[in-house]
């Protein structure tokens, strides 16, 4: 099974529209990501959050929310979703206790909003 | 603020060549690691290898190896013996002691001719 997971893998939504995007990991590493990917543009930081109570902004949070419901879990959303977030979503975990500076990606979730 | 810079859009190569891809950073913090991942068509990022700033040899996995030169400031990438699914887009990364999130490059996209 993967270490970390994202849901949906896919989504369409319309303009407006209120969605979630989930995330779960069984690395049980305290730290998690929310990045977006664009053509051409790498990959940029919406949110990050150190442990459940420690929850901040990144590049690009504007229009985005997100809930670390528990150590394992970092929901990303997209409150009142415009086409310019159709973008590829990836949740990253990390663990802060080992020293590395590895980050572990999720599998990415593809959002096209219309 | 740190920088990534990856100024090759794309690449052909010839399957069973090599090929380099370059990478080039800027930071004013001596601690940090760079990172390459692999992205292919279905969207996942595949970690590759990392460097950190204090380690004295090169990085090497397998076939990947990257070529750090501190002072230049460069960790290109070199793909040794070219595979048909060595297509793809590929990334390169970089996290300095004491931040929380990559940086990464615009990437490039190498396609492997038989």
């Known amino acids: 099974d993967a270490d970390v997971t994202q849901t949906p893998r896919n989504r369409i939504t319309k303009t407006g529209k209120r969605i979630m995007l989930e995330c779960s990991q069984t690395k049980g590493h305290d730290r998690m990501y929310w990045y977006r990917q664009d053509p051409g543009l790498g990959l940029r930081l919406i949110y990050y959050s150190f442990d459940v109570k420690d929850i901040n902004k990144g590049e690009i949070s504007d229009g985005y929310s997100v809930s670390r419901q528990a150590q394992a879990k970092f929901s990303l959303s997209l409150e009142s979703a415009i086409p310019n977030q159709t973008a590829l979503y990836f949740c990253?975990?990390?663990?802060?206790?080992?020293?590395?500076?590895?980050?572990?990606f999720g599998p990415g979730t593809r959002l096209t909003v219309t | 603020a740190q920088k990534i810079t990856q100024t090759q859009p794309g690449m052909f190569v010839q399957e069973k060549e090599a090929v380099t891809l370059d990478c080039t950073y800027d930071?004013?913090?001596?601690?940090?690691?760079l990172f390459w991942y692999k992205q292919p068509s279905s969207g996942e990022m595949i970690f590759l290898i990392y460097q950190g700033s204090y380690d004295q040899q090169n990085a090497t996995e397998g076939r990947y190896s990257l070529n750090f030169q501190k002072a230049r400031k460069s960790a290109n990438l070199v793909i040794s013996a070219s595979q048909l699914g060595d297509s793809a887009m590929y990334f390169c990364?970089?996290?300095?002691?004491?931040?929380?999130?990559?940086?990464f490059g615009a990437g490039t996209t190498v396609t492997v001719r038989a």
């Open positions: 990364a970089m996290r300095v002691a004491g931040d929380y999130k990559l940086s």
């Open positions: 930071t004013s913090d001596p601690s940090y690691g």
């Open positions: 990253a975990t990390s663990d802060s206790g080992t020293g590395s500076y590895e980050q572990y």
